[in-house]
C-alpha cells in the first residue's frame, strides 16, 4: 500500500486544479479547512481502492474551527512553489504552476491515482463554491 | 479504542512503564502518614529566580517519572551547537509551573474567576506536562516519526481524541498521566500532603488539558493555558531556551502576562465558535485572552517563535546532530524491548551519548547473538561515539525551490524536480529508496576516486546508515498563537474578537519567514561528504531533473575547484557517461583567470535577452540569462570544442530595439519628409509586429496598417531586424502581391492584396530598413523588388555577414554540423536527409549569430536555439526559438 503524505494529498489536489484552470483561492480559515476536510473525507473513503494510505489525519478544531495540518500543507505548498500567498493578508493562495506543470507533477508520483485525484478536485470544488463565503 | 489494535497496544505498554517506574516511590508513599508533607518548597531557578512548590506539587516531582526528566536536555543536542544550551526538562517543568501561576495570576488579578481547586490542577498539570518525554527531548520524536508506525499511532491517536496530535512524546503523556499508577501517585500526594482541592478525576483532566481538549465549560479556554496559544510552556521554554543559549529573543514575557485576562460574558455575547463550546443552559462563561491593547505582544510571541525555529531548532548544524540520533535509532530502535514507540523511554541522553555493547544489550534485553544485530549496534555504537566526540555529520549536498540566485529557478522542469525531490524524502520508503541509490553510487566513485580507505572510518562498508536525507520542514509556528481571543476593555465594541481577524497577517509573514529559509540537505561523514555530493549531483539531475546551481555550493559546504577535480577523475572512468552535459567536469578552459571575464561578457550582451516563454511538449523552459547557463551551455561542446564555443556566443550579436530605432532613424534623416507611415511587412504572428512598434520611438512616423497607408500619400515603410537570406521578405512581398511563391517556407501567409490596393503598393514609394543584415540576403530582396517591379528602396544599417567559423571545413563547424542535424531529426516525413543538411547550420548553413530580444532567427546557428537529444543526452540551447505552429 502507497504511503500518502499530507503533502502528497495536497500537491496532487493542487496539480489537479491547475489542470482545471483553477487560479485563485481564499483560504480564511472558516472557508477553507472545512473544504480541505471533505476532500480529505472523499480521500479516506476511496483509498483502498487505490491502495492508498494516508498516514494523515484532518480534524479541526472543535473550537477554532481550524487544521494545524492544513496550514502546515499550505506553508509546505508555498515552500515547494506550488502556491503563493497574496499580500497583505495572506488570505487568499495562488496556484503557481499551470496546467502542463500539472501534468508533470502528476504523472511523475501519482500516475495511477490520476482518477482518485480527480475525484478529489470535484469534490474540492463543489464544497468550495457552496462555501459561505465565495 | 479496541478499535486501534496498535494504539491499543501502546497504551498497555506505556501504562506497564509507568508502573514499573512508579510504583517503587508509591510503596515509599503509602508508608508515609496522611498529612506528613505540609511544607512548599522553594526552588532557585536560572531564568525565573525563585519558584515555590507546594507540598502536592513536591511529591509529584519528587517521583521518578518526573525526576526522569532531570537527565534529559531540554534541547535535545542543542549544547553540540550551543554549548550553553545543557538545561534540562525538569527545569523546564519547574519553569512553567511558573509561568502557569503568573497566567493564573494575571486572570484572577481582580475577581477569583479560576477558583484554587482549578489552579491546582492546572499547577500540578504544567508541571507534569512534559513527562511522555523521550531520550533527548523532540529529537527522539523527530526520530520516531520516520517510522511509518509512528504516523500511523498519530493518526488513529488522533481519531480517538478527536484532536489533530502530532506529537508521540504528547501521545505518550496523555497515558502515562492516564495510568492507575499516576493515579495512585496523585491519591498519595493528596493524602499526604492534606490537598483535596483539585477537582473531581484529576488524571483524567490533566489528560485533557494536554492535548488541548477542553476541560471546563464555564471557562471553555481554560486548557489553552496549558496548551494553547499564549501557553505557559511558550512562555518557559521561550525566555529558558534563549536565555540558556545565549541567543536573543524579542517576545517581551512579561508584558504579555500582564495582559492576559479574564472576563465573564454573557455566552449570547460571545463569538460564534466559542458558543458552540459552552452549554446552552449555561447563561455566562468566563473567556481568558489578551487585552486588546495586548495584540502586539501576540504578534511578538509570533515573532519570537519564528526566530527561535530558524536560528535554534532548525540550524543545520543542529539538524545533522539530530541526523545522527535518528540514525541511531535506525539501526537499534526496533530491536528494543518495547519496540520503536518505547525505545525514547528505555534510554536516557547518556545513555546514547555512551553507547557501547552493554549497553545495547541492556537496551534490547538480551545478547547480541544474531550477527544482523550485532552490526546494526557496531554502527549504532559508532555513531553514538561520532556524537560524544562532536565529530559531527556535516552537510554534503542542499536543495530547496529557493536557493538563492538559482539561474534554473524558473524553469518548470527543474522546480517541479525539486517539488518530486522533496516530497521523496519526506515520504520514509522513497527516502530510503533514494539513500539506497546514493549509496550505491558512492562505492562506484569511491572506487573511481581510489578512495576506498574513506570506509575505514566505519565498521563495515555499508555507508546507507552514514546518509541521511533530510527534507525541507514547513512546521507553521503562528498557526496556535492566532487562536487567541482579544478581549474588549471598554463597553463599546466586541467583547472578544480573534486574533486572527484583528491580525489577520501574522501567520502569513512568519511562515514566509521561515519558508524561504529551510532547505533540505544530505548529511553524511566528513569522509564521505564529496562523494555524497557528487552522488546526490548525478541522482537528483538524472531521476527528478532537479540541477545544482552553483549558489547551492557553499550551502553544502563544497569547494568547486575539489569538486572540479575529482569530477575529471570520474569522466576519465567514465561516471558521467549517460549523464547531462551540465553536470560533467568543467573543460580545463573554464578554469582560465580569463574566463569569468569571458562569461561576463556574453552575460552582458544577452542581458536584454527576453527569448520566448513557450509550451513545448515536454517541458516549458524559462529563459533567464546567467552565467551558470551560458557556462553550461558551452560544457555540452566539451572539453576540444569550449574555446570555440565560447568565441561563438563573444560574437554573438543582439539586434534589439536601440538597434531598430537608431537605423530607421538614419533613413528617415537621410530622406525627410519621404517616409511618414511605418507599417509592419507580415502578419501580427512575425515579429515585424514588434519592430514596427520600436520604430514608432521615431515621433515623426505612425504605425498604420497597410491598407490605411496605401490610402495615403505618403511613402511607406517597413522596419524590420534583420535580413539573412533575404527569402522570407521576398516569399512577404510575393504573398501581398499574390504572386507564385519563389522559395517554400513553410509558413502561413495570408490572402494578396485586393486588387485595388495591390496597384497602389505596385506604385508607392516603398523602404524596407534592416537594422542588421547580410549584403547577400539585401541583394536577393533588391532583386526580387525589380522582379515584382516595386518602387522598393532598401537600407541595411549595420552589415552582419555569416560566421567565418562556419564556412571554414573547421573541426568546430563539424561538430555544430552534428548537433544541428541530431537535434533537426525529428518524426516528421518532409524532415528528410536533405532539408536536415541544409539547416544544420541555421536555415541556408550560414551560421549567423545573432538574435533579438524576443527570439532567435531560424539563420541563427541551430545548435543554438534548437533544444533535443544529442548523442543520446539532452541538448539544452541558450537560447531558444519560438517553434512555428
Same mark, same amino acid.
Given at each position: 500500500?502507497?504511503?500518502?503524505?499530507?503533502?502528497?494529498?495536497?500537491?496532487?489536489?493542487?496539480?489537479?486544479?491547475?489542470?482545471?484552470?483553477?487560479?485563485?483561492?481564499?483560504?480564511?480559515?472558516?472557508?477553507?479547512?472545512?473544504?480541505?476536510?471533505?476532500?480529505?473525507?472523499?480521500?479516506?473513503? &476511496?483509498?483502498?481502492?487505490?491502495?492508498?494510505?494516508?498516514?494523515?489525519?484532518?480534524?479541526?478544531?472543535?473550537?477554532?474551527?481550524?487544521?494545524?495540518?492544513? &496550514?502546515?500543507?499550505?506553508?509546505?505548498?508555498?515552500?515547494?512553489?506550488?502556491?503563493?500567498?497574496?499580500?497583505?493578508?495572506?488570505?487568499?493562495?495562488?496556484?503557481?504552476?499551470?496546467?502542463?506543470?500539472?501534468?508533470?507533477?502528476?504523472?511523475?508520483?501519482?500516475?495511477? #491515482?490520476?482518477?482518485?485525484?480527480?475525484?478529489?478536485?470535484?469534490?474540492?470544488?463543489?464544497?468550495?463554491?457552496?462555501?459561505?463565503?465565495? | 479504542?479496541?478499535?486501534?489494535?496498535?494504539?491499543?497496544?501502546?497504551?498497555?505498554?506505556?501504562?506497564?512503564?509507568?508502573?514499573?517506574?512508579?510504583?517503587?516511590?508509591?510503596?515509599?508513599?503509602?508508608?508515609?502518614?496522611?498529612?506528613?508533607?505540609?511544607?512548599?518548597?522553594?526552588?532557585?531557578?536560572?531564568?525565573?529566580?525563585?519558584?515555590?512548590?507546594?507540598?502536592?506539587?513536591?511529591?509529584?516531582?519528587?517521583?521518578?517519572?518526573?525526576?526522569?526528566?532531570?537527565?534529559?536536555?531540554?534541547?535535545?543536542?542543542?549544547?553540540?551547537?550551543?554549548?550553553?544550551?545543557?538545561?534540562?526538562?525538569?527545569?523546564?517543568?519547574?519553569?512553567?509551573?511558573?509561568?502557569?501561576?503568573?497566567?493564573?495570576?494575571?486572570?484572577?488579578?481582580?475577581?477569583?474567576?479560576?477558583?484554587?481547586?482549578?489552579?491546582? #490542577?492546572?499547577?500540578?498539570?504544567?508541571?507534569?506536562?512534559?513527562?511522555?518525554?523521550?531520550?533527548?527531548?523532540?529529537?527522539?520524536?523527530?526520530?520516531?516519526?520516520?517510522?511509518?508506525?509512528?504516523?500511523?499511532?498519530?493518526?488513529?491517536?488522533?481519531?480517538?481524541?478527536?484532536?489533530?496530535?502530532?506529537?508521540?512524546?504528547?501521545?505518550?503523556?496523555?497515558?502515562?498521566?492516564?495510568?492507575?499508577?499516576?493515579?495512585?501517585?496523585?491519591?498519595?500526594?493528596?493524602?499526604?500532603?492534606?490537598?483535596?482541592?483539585?477537582?473531581?478525576?484529576?488524571?483524567?483532566?490533566?489528560?485533557?488539558?494536554?492535548?488541548?481538549?477542553?476541560?471546563?465549560?464555564?471557562?471553555?479556554?481554560?486548557?489553552?493555558?496549558?496548551?494553547?496559544?499564549?501557553?505557559?510552556?511558550?512562555?518557559?521554554?521561550?525566555?529558558?531556551?534563549?536565555?540558556?543559549?545565549?541567543?536573543?529573543?524579542?517576545?517581551?514575557?512579561?508584558?504579555?502576562?500582564?495582559?492576559?485576562?479574564?472576563?465573564?460574558?454573557?455566552?449570547?455575547?460571545?463569538?460564534?465558535? #466559542?458558543?458552540?463550546?459552552?452549554?446552552?443552559?449555561?447563561?455566562?462563561?468566563?473567556?481568558?485572552?489578551?487585552?486588546?491593547?495586548?495584540?502586539?505582544?501576540?504578534?511578538?510571541?509570533?515573532?519570537?517563535?519564528?526566530?527561535?525555529?530558524?536560528? #535554534?531548532?532548525?540550524?543545520?548544524?543542529?539538524?545533522?546532530?539530530?541526523?545522527?540520533?535518528?540514525?541511531?535509532?535506525?539501526?537499534?530502535?526496533?530491536?528494543?524491548?518495547?519496540?520503536?514507540?518505547?525505545?525514547?523511554?528505555?534510554?536516557?541522553?547518556?545513555?546514547?551519548?555512551?553507547?557501547?555493547?552493554?549497553?545495547?544489550?541492556?537496551?534490547?534485553?538480551?545478547?547480541?547473538?544474531?550477527?544482523?544485530?550485532?552490526?546494526?549496534?557496531?554502527?549504532?555504537?559508532?555513531?553514538?561515539?561520532?556524537?560524544?566526540?562532536?565529530?559531527?555529520?556535516?552537510?554534503?549536498?542542499?536543495?530547496?525551490?529557493?536557493?538563492?540566485?538559482?539561474?534554473?529557478?524558473?524553469?518548470?522542469?527543474?522546480?517541479?524536480?525539486?517539488?518530486?525531490?522533496?516530497?521523496?524524502?519526506?515520504?520514509?520508503?522513497?527516502?530510503?529508496?533514494?539513500?539506497?541509490?546514493?549509496?550505491?553510487?558512492?562505492?562506484?566513485?569511491?572506487?573511481?576516486?581510489?578512495?576506498?580507505?574513506?570506509?575505514?572510518?566505519?565498521?563495515?562498508?555499508?555507508?546507507?546508515?552514514?546518509?541521511?536525507?533530510?527534507?525541507?520542514?514547513?512546521?507553521?509556528?503562528?498557526?496556535?498563537?492566532?487562536?487567541?481571543?482579544?478581549?474588549?476593555?471598554?463597553?463599546?465594541?466586541?467583547?472578544?474578537?480573534?486574533?486572527?481577524?484583528?491580525?489577520?497577517?501574522?501567520?502569513?509573514?512568519?511562515?514566509?519567514?521561515?519558508?524561504?529559509?529551510?532547505?533540505?540537505?544530505?548529511?553524511?561523514?566528513?569522509?564521505?561528504?564529496?562523494?555524497?555530493?557528487?552522488?546526490?549531483?548525478?541522482?537528483?539531475?538524472?531521476?527528478?531533473?532537479?540541477?545544482?546551481?552553483?549558489?547551492?555550493?557553499?550551502?553544502?559546504?563544497?569547494?568547486?575547484?575539489?569538486?572540479?577535480?575529482?569530477?575529471?577523475?570520474?569522466?576519465?572512468?567514465?561516471?558521467?557517461?549517460?549523464?547531462?552535459?551540465?553536470?560533467?567536469?568543467?573543460?580545463?578552459?573554464?578554469?582560465?583567470?580569463?574566463?569569468?571575464?569571458?562569461?561576463?561578457?556574453?552575460?552582458?550582451?544577452?542581458?536584454?535577452?527576453?527569448?520566448?516563454?513557450?509550451?513545448?511538449?515536454?517541458?516549458?523552459?524559462?529563459?533567464?540569462?546567467?552565467?551558470?547557463?551560458?557556462?553550461?551551455?558551452?560544457?555540452?561542446?566539451?572539453?576540444?570544442?569550449?574555446?570555440?564555443?565560447?568565441?561563438?556566443?563573444?560574437?554573438?550579436?543582439?539586434?534589439?530595439?536601440?538597434?531598430?530605432?537608431?537605423?530607421?532613424?538614419?533613413?528617415?534623416?537621410?530622406?525627410?519628409?519621404?517616409?511618414?507611415?511605418?507599417?509592419?511587412?507580415?502578419?501580427?504572428?512575425?515579429?515585424?509586429?514588434?519592430?514596427?512598434?520600436?520604430?514608432?520611438?521615431?515621433?515623426?512616423?505612425?504605425?498604420?496598417?497597410?491598407?490605411?497607408?496605401?490610402? &495615403?500619400?505618403?511613402?511607406?515603410?517597413?522596419?524590420?531586424?534583420?535580413?539573412?537570406?533575404?527569402?522570407?521578405?521576398?516569399?512577404?512581398?510575393?504573398?501581398?502581391?499574390?504572386?507564385?511563391?519563389?522559395?517554400?517556407?513553410?509558413?502561413?501567409?495570408?490572402?494578396?492584396?485586393?486588387?485595388?490596393?495591390?496597384?497602389?503598393?505596385?506604385?508607392?514609394?516603398?523602404?524596407?530598413?534592416?537594422?542588421?543584415?547580410?549584403?547577400?540576403?539585401?541583394?536577393?530582396?533588391?532583386?526580387?523588388?525589380?522582379?515584382?517591379?516595386?518602387?522598393?528602396?532598401?537600407?541595411?544599417?549595420?552589415?552582419?555577414?555569416?560566421?567565418?567559423?562556419?564556412?571554414?571545413?573547421?573541426?568546430?563547424?563539424?561538430?555544430?554540423?552534428?548537433?544541428?542535424?541530431?537535434?533537426?531529426?525529428?518524426?516528421?516525413?518532409?524532415?528528410?536527409?536533405?532539408?536536415?543538411?541544409?539547416?544544420?547550420?541555421?536555415?541556408?548553413?550560414?551560421?549567423?549569430?545573432?538574435?533579438?530580444?524576443?527570439?532567435?532567427?531560424?539563420?541563427?546557428?541551430?545548435?543554438?536555439?534548437?533544444?533535443?537529444?544529442?548523442?543520446?543526452?539532452?541538448?539544452?540551447?541558450?537560447?531558444?526559438?519560438?517553434?512555428?505552429?
Amino acid at each position: 500500500m502507497q504511503e500518502l503524505t499530507e503533502n502528497d494529498f495536497f500537491q496532487g489536489l493542487v496539480a489537479t486544479l491547475a489542470i482545471k484552470g483553477v487560479r485563485k483561492i481564499s483560504i480564511r480559515t472558516d472557508n477553507f479547512d472545512p473544504v480541505l476536510l471533505a476532500v480529505f473525507r472523499r480521500l479516506e473513503e &476511496r483509498a483502498p481502492a487505490f491502495d492508498v494510505e494516508p498516514d494523515f489525519d484532518i480534524i479541526p478544531d472543535p473550537i477554532h474551527g481550524d487544521s494545524p495540518t492544513v &496550514r502546515d500543507i499550505l506553508a509546505s505548498a508555498a515552500a515547494d512553489g506550488l502556491i503563493s500567498f497574496d499580500n497583505p493578508e495572506y488570505q487568499d493562495i495562488e496556484i503557481k504552476i499551470g496546467a502542463h506543470s500539472g501534468e508533470q507533477l502528476l504523472s511523475h508520483d501519482f500516475a495511477a #491515482l490520476r482518477p482518485l485525484f480527480d475525484e478529489l478536485a470535484v469534490v474540492f470544488l463543489d464544497v468550495y463554491e457552496h462555501s459561505p463565503l465565495t | 479504542m479496541a478499535e486501534y489494535q496498535e494504539l491499543d497496544e501502546f497504551r498497555k505498554r506505556i501504562e506497564r512503564w509507568t508502573e514499573d517506574l512508579l510504583r517503587p516511590y508509591l510503596s515509599g508513599l503509602s508508608a508515609r502518614p496522611e498529612k506528613s508533607c505540609r511544607l512548599s518548597k522553594e526552588f532557585n531557578d536560572a531564568v525565573w529566580t525563585t519558584v515555590v512548590l507546594g507540598p502536592l506539587e513536591v511529591i509529584v516531582l519528587d517521583s521518578p517519572l518526573l525526576q526522569r526528566l532531570r537527565h534529559i536536555r531540554q534541547l535535545g543536542v542543542v549544547h553540540l551547537v550551543y554549548p550553553s544550551g545543557t538545561h534540562s526538562r525538569l527545569e523546564h517543568s519547574i519553569g512553567t509551573l511558573h509561568q502557569i501561576s503568573r497566567l493564573i495570576a494575571g486572570i484572577n488579578v481582580e475577581t477569583k474567576l479560576i477558583p484554587p481547586g482549578w489552579v491546582s #490542577l492546572l499547577r500540578v498539570t504544567a508541571l507534569a506536562h512534559d513527562v511522555g518525554h523521550g531520550v533527548m527531548s523532540h529529537v527522539s520524536e523527530n526520530a520516531l516519526l520516520n517510522f511509518h508506525s509512528t504516523r500511523r499511532l498519530l493518526k488513529q491517536f488522533s481519531k480517538t481524541i478527536q484532536r489533530e496530535q502530532r506529537r508521540p512524546s504528547e501521545v505518550a503523556a496523555f497515558y502515562m498521566i492516564g495510568s492507575p499508577a499516576f493515579s495512585d501517585l496523585i491519591s498519595e500526594a493528596q493524602r499526604i500532603s492534606g490537598d483535596h482541592t483539585l477537582p473531581a478525576e484529576p488524571t483524567k483532566l490533566m489528560q485533557l488539558a494536554i492535548v488541548g481538549k477542553q476541560i471546563n465549560p464555564e471557562i471553555p479556554l481554560l486548557q489553552e493555558l496549558i496548551s494553547g496559544p499564549f501557553d505557559a510552556d511558550k512562555l518557559d521554554y521561550m525566555t529558558r531556551d534563549a536565555r540558556m543559549t545565549g541567543v536573543p529573543v524579542v517576545t517581551d514575557i512579561p508584558r504579555l502576562v500582564q495582559k492576559v485576562r479574564g472576563h465573564r460574558l454573557p455566552t449570547a455575547k460571545l463569538p460564534k465558535e #466559542l458558543q458552540t463550546s459552552v452549554p446552552s443552559k449555561q447563561e455566562t462563561c468566563v473567556v481568558t485572552g489578551v487585552a486588546l491593547s495586548g495584540g502586539r505582544t501576540l504578534d511578538e510571541l509570533v515573532f519570537g517563535q519564528t526566530l527561535l525555529f530558524d536560528k #535554534l531548532y532548525r540550524h543545520q548544524k543542529v539538524r545533522a546532530a539530530e541526523a545522527m540520533v535518528a540514525a541511531v535509532f535506525d539501526q537499534i530502535a526496533e530491536m528494543g524491548v518495547g519496540g520503536a514507540l518505547l525505545a525514547p523511554y528505555s534510554l536516557l541522553d547518556a545513555d546514547i551519548l555512551d553507547l557501547d555493547i552493554a549497553g545495547v544489550e541492556r537496551f534490547v534485553g538480551h545478547p547480541l547473538d544474531d550477527p544482523e544485530e550485532q552490526r546494526r549496534a557496531q554502527v549504532a555504537i559508532d555513531i553514538a561515539q561520532r556524537l560524544h566526540n562532536r565529530r559531527l555529520f556535516r552537510r554534503a549536498y542542499a536543495f530547496a525551490q529557493s536557493m538563492p540566485q538559482d539561474p534554473y529557478r524558473a524553469d518548470d522542469g527543474h522546480r517541479n524536480g525539486l517539488v518530486h525531490l522533496t516530497a521523496s524524502t519526506r515520504r520514509s520508503v522513497t527516502r530510503a529508496s533514494i539513500i539506497d541509490e546514493l549509496a550505491n553510487m558512492v562505492h562506484v566513485i569511491l572506487d573511481a576516486l581510489g578512495s576506498r580507505a574513506a570506509l575505514n572510518a566505519i565498521p563495515g562498508d555499508d555507508i546507507r546508515p552514514y546518509i541521511w536525507v533530510d527534507p525541507p520542514k514547513t512546521k507553521t509556528q503562528s498557526n496556535e498563537t492566532v487562536r487567541a481571543y482579544l478581549l474588549g476593555d471598554g463597553p463599546d465594541g466586541p467583547p472578544a474578537m480573534p486574533f486572527r481577524d484583528e491580525y489577520a497577517e501574522t501567520p502569513g509573514w512568519s511562515n514566509a519567514y521561515l519558508l524561504t529559509r529551510d532547505t533540505g540537505y544530505v548529511f553524511t561523514l566528513e569522509e564521505l561528504a564529496l562523494p555524497v555530493y557528487l552522488a546526490t549531483e548525478k541522482y537528483v539531475r538524472m531521476q527528478f531533473g532537479v540541477r545544482s546551481p552553483g549558489s547551492m555550493l557553499p550551502y553544502a559546504k563544497q569547494h568547486a575547484d575539489v569538486v572540479g577535480a575529482a569530477k575529471r577523475t570520474l569522466a576519465e572512468a567514465g561516471f558521467y557517461d549517460d549523464a547531462p552535459y551540465d553536470i560533467r567536469p568543467v573543460p580545463i578552459q573554464f578554469e582560465m583567470a580569463d574566463f569569468p571575464g569571458r562569461l561576463a561578457h556574453v552575460r552582458s550582451a544577452l542581458e536584454h535577452y527576453e527569448g520566448p516563454v513557450y509550451e513545448a511538449q515536454e517541458q516549458k523552459r524559462s529563459t533567464i540569462m546567467s552565467q551558470q547557463r551560458i557556462s553550461s551551455f558551452v560544457q555540452q561542446f566539451g572539453g576540444d570544442h569550449a574555446d570555440e564555443a565560447l568565441k561563438m556566443l563573444e560574437q554573438l550579436r543582439v539586434v534589439g530595439r536601440d538597434q531598430l530605432v537608431e537605423a530607421v532613424k538614419s533613413f528617415v534623416v537621410a530622406h525627410p519628409d519621404e517616409y511618414r507611415n511605418v507599417v509592419p511587412l507580415g502578419e501580427a504572428k512575425d515579429s515585424s509586429a514588434v519592430t514596427t512598434y520600436y520604430a514608432g520611438d521615431i515621433a515623426d512616423l505612425r504605425i498604420r496598417s497597410l491598407g490605411d497607408a496605401l490610402r &495615403r500619400d505618403d511613402g511607406i515603410l517597413f522596419a524590420e531586424d534583420f535580413v539573412g537570406s533575404g527569402a522570407q521578405t521576398v516569399s512577404l512581398l510575393e504573398s501581398l502581391l499574390g504572386v507564385p511563391p519563389t522559395t517554400t517556407l513553410d509558413e502561413e501567409r495570408e490572402e494578396p492584396l485586393p486588387s485595388d490596393l495591390r496597384d497602389l503598393f505596385i506604385r508607392r514609394k516603398l523602404a524596407i530598413v534592416y537594422a542588421a543584415g547580410s549584403k547577400a540576403g539585401v541583394e536577393a530582396v533588391e532583386l526580387a523588388a525589380s522582379r515584382l517591379e516595386l518602387n522598393l528602396e532598401i537600407y541595411r544599417h549595420e552589415e552582419i555577414a555569416p560566421t567565418a567559423n562556419f564556412t571554414s571545413g573547421s573541426e568546430f563547424e563539424k561538430r555544430c554540423r552534428v548537433i544541428g542535424e541530431q537535434l533537426l531529426a525529428d518524426n516528421d516525413p518532409a524532415h528528410d536527409a536533405t532539408w536536415i543538411s541544409e539547416r544544420a547550420l541555421g536555415y541556408g548553413n550560414d551560421g549567423f549569430l545573432v538574435v533579438f530580444p524576443y527570439n532567435t532567427p531560424t539563420q541563427t546557428l541551430t545548435c543554438l536555439w534548437k533544444d533535443g537529444i544529442v548523442d543520446g543526452i539532452e541538448w539544452v540551447p541558450l537560447i531558444p526559438r519560438r517553434p512555428k505552429r
